[in-house]
């Protein structure tokens, strides 16, 4: 007898595996990155497959069927009711492959696309004929069409537009028992006929839903609420005569348990060529709310309300937006859009609008025209999704009743006795959404850590479905029901409506393979919760994690599936994502494994659970995909929660090698700033042997990728240049003092950086010092979880600081430290607190960029005109920790005409791009943006990048151009341009 294999499934992905194109991932890696969505649940699939085309698609199902597995259908995986995701399915991501827009008629204003095509790509092809989708949810920038069709999705101009289910013209479908039929359109009586006579399956399907509904139309027309946001149930009041039995609308919403989409022809829309933004402050949100249907006659394209305690989590995640100097006063906005073929229409009927706010006396109004002021408001108002995960205290907030919805008329009344349940709970949250159609957003911060917390969280959730439904309303209204609500639909709909909803969903899927227990038979709402699961003991961590009470899985669980790392266009996260495509590689994926990892560990209880990692530490799948993480702490800004990646990574890599031999590259890169001290003494031999044929001896032994060139060393380090100038070019006298932080690679390896900065500052008049002795920041050790190493570095630094704070003529307390390359810099303002506590405060506070230096210490000094183009490469870490507004301000001071890429990390983050295994990656991170934008620059553009390894990457992958750091270019015009 065979030993069974230890892979669940193991023989229908042998079979898939065979005979499908695409992937087919079965391992315990990816079924945790896809055993989640942005919802409460956790929910392990026995695989995954990425179809490559819809002969996968068919195939798959085809297999799925004959092993009696459940298939789930998804997108981008941002369902917040958890209809992504399902125990033991086979997970179809059609959002990997089938994501083009096949065909755009603008004369029909019709689009065809495939399930997985990503919204904001739909709209980018829409664009040049003046169309687009109308429904525009939050995370526009990832979600699928497939997805939108599955939960009917809305967004905030769906008072103009309407939802998804107004604007699908026909969906291809693929049913469980491998049918196939397209279905769309008001169907007249010959129509309907037609379709019932159709051969087999097909005119079966269409005999058995005409018989339905024509026997019941009466339960159907009496038992389904009429407002305009319901999106619980299935919508069978579309398949009423009046409603003209529209089949596309009637599955759309049905969450993937009634058929498999495999293309949908969708409507477009004009789309005003001009806006405007009316922004109408109230005392409360019961005041907005209530002040609402005076204003929708006046025809806005959005009603979207947003209170004061949202705003007030968003600066307690981090800076204050310039946006938000534009409200007007209030405790409540609605930001109210009007459009118009030219900014006059557009903003006369803005301000008409802001007449009749002015109506209320309460109201407080201002009238935005600018679009970029306009771009940056609604960017507060999209966010709101991973904003208010966290409350302004701090404290946790979880999804569950995020999406009611009741009559526009009764939203006042609704927020006001919500706001008191809420109260009689206990519980706090931050209400925001889309008032014009009476939907509300609310998380609240159910206490699922504690031991009745579950209880409060089901007793809390039937009370509010009552109160919901009191006033006419849905339990959801765009985001759906799957497990979080699908339980509380008999307090919605009568008995005789619920069963009709398992009878439809019989007719179209009699097996229930197709995400079974999302709205037909539902898991319980408290079953399943992800976090209830979590280890609660204190597991000895080598970092604070000051901002999660010293916990990882606190700090992992930030992660709550909204998904702006996997946008296309995310900017600087998440580089290695955009790069693979692959889930596992970006920062949901990795916190998701993180948070599998520490799933139980510590607890035998908790690892006889069923987590799919129960290695802990030695965890190879979390090695792997932390692997590929380029440290480059995009997700630490980006993301809407400020998951911290980077410093996840570092403590894993702590922990993983402990006591354990590492990586080469660990010890060859880890230890760079030693062995360069080293090769100070002789870098000719050292050159001599790096470029000789034992330089590839030597990258071997390092583990160095063979493609990447090594440095040239060159024959002065800065620190020995810097003592002949000091003793041939003494500071004047009274001069300003400041010390510059000579970092190990511009020392060592391009000393002409910091020589410039020496000559900037030195002609701007002040004291340029440096320390007494060698000192480091400690990144190599510290990004590679040598953290033991990097405290006593950083220790060592400190020491060699406070020497010269204690020298007769040394740098006093409050002297300004001057960083030259962005990861050190960023660095020792964030990590070394975060290493040595109170310690390394003082350093960290008085630590500057060179443009932050000279835009804050010498804000009015003569700065040369330079009057070139530049194109600009940010560092990413100077983007996630230090900010370049510093940099714009002086820029405009030399009058550069400077381009900033929107390139995000350049790919070769310190270590990562030598090292062995990594090449492709790297590369591919910097084809994306950067090198391109390069190559295509003027021979006269400048190139600038301030971080050593972004001008490395370019010196090794742009055909040959060099880049300047900003000081080299000033000192460049200083000394009179070559």
């Not at 941002?78 to 096949?102: E, K, M, W």
């Not at 108002?381 to 904003?387: F, K, L």
């Not at 995000?904 to 090198?931: K, Q, W, Y």
Request: proline letters at 8%; hydrophobic letters at 40%; aromatic letters at 6%.
């Amino acid at each position: 007898m065979s030993r069974p294999s230890a892979v669940p499934g193991a023989e229908l992905a042998r079979e898939l595996a065979a005979v499908l194109r695409g992937e087919v991932r079965f391992g315990a890696a990816e079924r945790t990155v896809y055993s989640q969505d942005a919802s409460n649940y956790r929910q392990l699939p026995l695989g995954v497959v990425k179809p490559a085309d819809l002969d996968d698609v068919r195939t798959a199902l085809a297999l799925c069927r004959a092993h009696r597995v459940p298939v789930v259908a998804r997108g981008a995986g941002t369902s917040i009711g958890g209809q992504a995701i399902g125990p033991g399915a086979v997970v179809l991501d059609f959002r990997r492959h089938l994501g083009a827009v096949l065909e755009l008629d603008p004369e029909a204003r019709t689009a065809r696309v495939e399930p997985g095509t990503v919204l904001d790509d739909l709209q980018r092809a829409a664009k040049p004929y003046g169309l687009r989708f109308g429904p525009d949810p939050s995370t526009h920038s990832r979600c699928t069409l497939g997805g939108m069709i599955g939960n009917d999705s809305c967004g905030s101009h769906s008072l103009a537009w309407g939802r998804t289910a107004d604007n699908v013209e026909r969906l291809e479908l693929l049913l469980a028992d491998g049918t196939e039929l397209t279905v769309g359109g008001r169907l007249t009586s010959r129509e309907r006929t037609a379709l019932a006579a159709r051969p087999g399956r097909v005119g079966q399907l269409h005999t058995e839903l005409q018989e339905f509904t024509d026997h019941n139309l009466a339960v159907i027309r009496q038992g389904m609420p009429q407002l305009p946001r319901r999106t619980s149930g299935y919508p069978l009041d579309a398949l009423l005569p009046e409603h003209g039995h529209d089949l596309a609308r009637a599955l759309t919403g049905t969450e993937g348990t009634c058929a498999l989409l495999l293309g949908a022809t969708v409507r477009l829309v004009e789309d005003p060529p001009a806006r405007a933004l009316v922004v109408a402050g109230y005392p409360d949100e019961g005041a907005a709310a209530d002040a609402v249907p005076a204003l929708l006659p006046y025809g806005p394209l959005t009603a979207e309300g947003m209170a004061a305690d949202l705003i007030a989590a968003l600066l307690a995640a981090g800076p204050r937006p310039p946006a938000l100097d534009r409200l007007p006063d209030g405790e409540c906005w609605l930001f109210l859009e009007t459009g118009g073929d030219t900014p006059l229409a557009a903003y006369q009927a803005a301000r008409r609008l802001a007449d009749a706010v002015r109506r209320e006396r309460s109201a407080t109004v201002a009238l935005v025209t600018d679009p970029v002021e306009q771009r940056q408001l609604w960017a507060v108002r999209e966010s709101g999704a991973g904003i208010v995960t966290r409350l302004p205290g701090g404290g946790q907030a979880w999804p569950g009743w995020e999406d009611s919805a009741v009559p526009p008329e009764r939203l006042g009344d609704y927020l006001r006795d919500l706001r008191a349940l809420l109260r009689r709970h206990s519980l706090h949250g931050v209400p925001y959404g889309h008032f014009g159609d009476g939907c509300v957003h609310l998380r609240i911060d159910f206490p699922l850590d504690e031991p009745q917390g579950v209880l409060v969280f089901r007793e809390f959730l039937e009370q509010a479905a009552d109160l919901a439904v009191s006033y006419g309303g849905s339990l959801s209204g765009e985001h759906g029901d799957g497990q979080a609500r699908a339980e509380l639909l008999p307090r919605m709909y009568p008995p005789e409506v619920i069963d009709l909803f398992g009878r439809f969903k019989r007719i179209w899927d009699p097996e229930n393979l197709l995400n079974p227990g999302a709205l037909v038979d539902p898991r319980p709402l408290d079953a399943d919760l992800r976090f209830v699961t979590a280890p609660r003991g204190t597991l000895p961590l080598a970092l604070p994690y000051e901002r999660d009470g010293g916990s990882l899985v606190e700090a992992v669980h930030r992660c709550v599936g909204v998904a702006k790392c996997v946008a296309p266009g995310s900017g600087v996260m998440c580089p290695s994502y955009l790069a693979t495509g692959e889930e596992r590689h970006s920062t949901r994926g990795r916190a998701r494994l993180l948070a599998e990892m520490l799933r139980g560990m510590g607890t035998p209880a908790g690892r006889r659970a069923g987590g799919a990692i129960p290695d802990g530490w030695r965890s190879e799948e979390v090695r792997e995909a932390l692997d590929l993480c380029l440290s480059c702490k995009g997700c630490a800004s980006d993301c809407p929660v400020h998951v911290d990646m980077a410093t996840y990574k570092s403590e894993f890599l702590y922990q993983h090698y402990r006591h354990r031999p590492r990586p080469l590259a660990h010890y060859s890169m880890g230890w760079l700033p030693l062995w360069l001290r080293a090769v100070a003494l002789a870098p000719g031999a050292a050159n001599t042997l790096a470029h000789s044929r034992a330089g590839g001896l030597l990258k071997r032994l390092g583990g160095i990728d063979r493609r990447r060139v090594l440095p040239v060393f060159p024959p002065e380090t800065f620190t020995a240049w810097y003592r002949r100038h000091r003793a041939a070019h003494p500071a004047p006298a009274g001069a300003r003092p400041v010390l510059l932080w000579p970092d190990t690679f511009s020392d060592r390896l391009q000393p002409n950086v910091l020589r410039s900065a020496v000559e900037v500052l030195e002609h701007l008049g002040f004291d340029v010092r440096l320390p007494s002795g060698p000192v480091c920041c400690g990144l190599t050790w510290y990004s590679t979880g040598q953290l033991g190493t990097a405290r006593r570095v950083l220790r060592r630094s400190l020491r060699v600081l406070g020497a010269d704070g204690r020298a007769a003529d040394g740098p006093t307390a409050d002297t300004p430290v001057v960083g030259l390359d962005p990861s050190c810099t960023a660095t020792l303002r964030e990590d070394l607190p975060r290493l040595l506590g109170a310690e390394g405060r003082p350093l960290a506070d008085r630590i500057r960029t060179f443009a932050e230096f000279l835009d804050e210490y010498a804000p009015d000094a003569p700065l040369p005109r330079i009057r070139l183009d530049a194109v600009t490469q940010t560092h990413c870490h100077q983007h996630a920790v230090l900010g370049s507004a510093a940099d714009r301000r002086v820029e405009a001071r030399l009058g550069l005409n400077s381009r900033v890429l929107d390139s995000g990390c350049c790919g070769l983050a310190g270590d990562f791009g030598f090292e062995r295994g990594h090449f492709e990656v790297s590369e591919a991170i910097a084809e994306r943006v950067l090198l391109p934008a390069v190559r295509a620059a003027g021979p006269k553009t400048v190139v600038l990048a301030d971080g050593f390894s972004c001008r490395t990457q370019i010196a090794q992958l742009a055909d040959g151009r060099q880049a300047l750091h900003l000081a080299e270019l000033i000192a460049r015009e200083l000394r009179g341009r070559p």
